[in-house]
C-alpha cells in the first residue's frame, strides 16, 4: 500500500501567520491517465473531514484562497496563509491514485 | 444540499455482525461512486469500501484489512449505500462514515466491538 507521511505532527500558529504541511509519497502518485489524484481534508473538532483541495491544488468549492497546494510525484504541500481562527483542526492528505486509497496520519492546526 | 446520514451502528461482541445504513439525499445517487471510510480511536483514517455505479456494473473495492468479512452495497431506488460487517473483531472500532467520492461526508456512526 502507499504510505502518506505527514509533517508536522502538530503545528502551532499566530493568527494571521502562515501554516505549511508536506505529504510525501512512497511512491509516485502520478496516474496512468496523467491525473494526481491527492488530496486536503481538514477534520474541525467533533466535525466530519471537509475536502479543502483536490488534485493537488485545485481548491475545492468554498475554500477560501488562503489554502493552496502544490507539489508533485511524491512531494506535496499544503499551505495556509493568514490563519484565521476557524482553520484549527486536524489537516489530513488522502491518495487515491493507487488502490487502496491511503491517509496520512494527519497534522494538527492549533493557534496560538 | 448534499446529505448523508449514517445509521446503525452501536457496541457489538467480537465475532457477530452489524449492518450500516447510509441514506443519502441532494444528488444523482445512481451515478455515484459510493465509500465508507472510518477513523479509529486514534484518529487515524481508514479507506473502507467503495461502489461504483451500475453503469460500472456495481464494481466493488475493499481494503485487505476487511476483504472477506465487510460488504458494500447499495439500493438505487433508496438512494441508500449499506455496509454489512461480520467476523468483527475489535480493531474494527471506529467512526464509519458514508462518503460521496469522498468529497461530501456523513457525520459518522459509531461502531464498538468489545466483549
Known amino acids: 500500500d502507499v504510505v502518506l507521511t505527514q509533517t508536522p505532527v502538530s503545528l502551532l500558529i499566530s493568527l494571521g501567520g502562515q501554516a505549511s504541511i508536506s505529504c510525501r509519497s512512497s511512491?509516485?502518485?502520478?496516474?496512468?491517465?496523467?491525473?494526481?489524484?491527492l488530496h486536503w481534508y481538514l477534520q474541525k473538532p467533533g466535525q466530519s473531514p471537509q475536502l479543502l483541495i483536490y488534485?493537488?491544488?485545485n481548491r475545492f468549492s468554498g475554500i477560501p484562497d488562503r489554502f493552496s497546494g502544490s507539489g508533485s510525484g511524491t512531494d506535496f504541500t499544503l499551505k495556509i496563509s493568514r490563519v484565521e481562527p476557524e482553520d484549527l483542526g486536524v489537516y489530513y492528505c488522502?491518495?487515491?491514485?493507487?488502490?487502496?486509497?491511503?491517509f496520512g496520519s494527519g497534522t494538527k492546526l492549533e493557534i496560538k | 444540499e448534499v446529505q448523508l446520514v449514517e445509521t446503525g451502528g452501536g457496541l457489538v461482541q467480537p465475532g457477530k455482525s452489524l449492518k450500516l445504513t447510509c441514506a443519502t439525499s441532494g444528488f444523482t445517487f445512481s451515478n455515484a461512486w459510493m465509500h465508507w471510510v472510518r477513523q479509529s480511536p486514534e484518529k487515524q483514517l481508514e479507506w473502507v469500501a467503495q461502489i461504483k455505479a451500475k453503469s460500472n456494473n456495481y464494481a466493488t473495492y475493499y481494503a485487505e484489512s476487511v476483504k472477506g468479512r465487510f460488504t458494500i452495497s447499495r439500493d438505487d431506488s433508496k438512494s441508500s449505500v449499506y455496509l454489512q460487517m461480520n467476523s468483527l473483531k475489535e480493531e474494527d472500532t471506529a467512526i464509519y462514515y458514508c462518503?460521496?467520492?469522498?468529497?461530501?461526508w456523513g457525520q459518522g456512526v459509531m461502531v464498538t466491538v468489545s466483549s
Open positions: 488522502l491518495q487515491r491514485t493507487h488502490n487502496p486509497f491511503t
Open positions: 462518503t460521496w467520492g469522498i468529497t461530501d
Open positions: 511512491q509516485s502518485l502520478v496516474h496512468s491517465n496523467g491525473n494526481t489524484y
Open positions: 488534485q493537488v491544488s
